[in-house]
């Protein structure tokens, strides 16, 4: 299963599944993230920083431990 982690910059993704505790869950969907939902993602650097996606037309940045708990699937 891949992770934000793994996906290449401008790439359109279908959140799968979020791992971690209830409080990752909750930080997520405060960002307005969920399960189910398609994000783009902007900028993710191999060298550290955080992951950049575009979620409902807003940025969102995201630290990459908790990106790394975010398994998706890149959409066509």
């Excluded at 959140?15 to 990752?24: E, N, P």
């Excluded at 960002?31 to 994000?39: A, E, K, P």
């Excluded at 575009?54 to 990106?67: H, I, K, Q, S, W």
């Amino acid at each position: 299963m891949k992770t934000l982690l793994d996906i290449n910059n401008g790439k359109r993704v279908k959140i799968l599944k979020i791992s971690g505790g209830k409080g990752v869950r909750q930080h997520l969907q405060c960002l307005g993230i969920h399960i189910g939902d398609i994000v783009t993602l902007k900028k993710s650097s191999f060298l550290g920083g955080p992951v950049l996606l575009e979620v409902n037309g807003f940025d969102v940045a995201l630290g990459r431990g908790v990106a790394s708990k975010i398994e998706v699937e890149e959409i066509e």
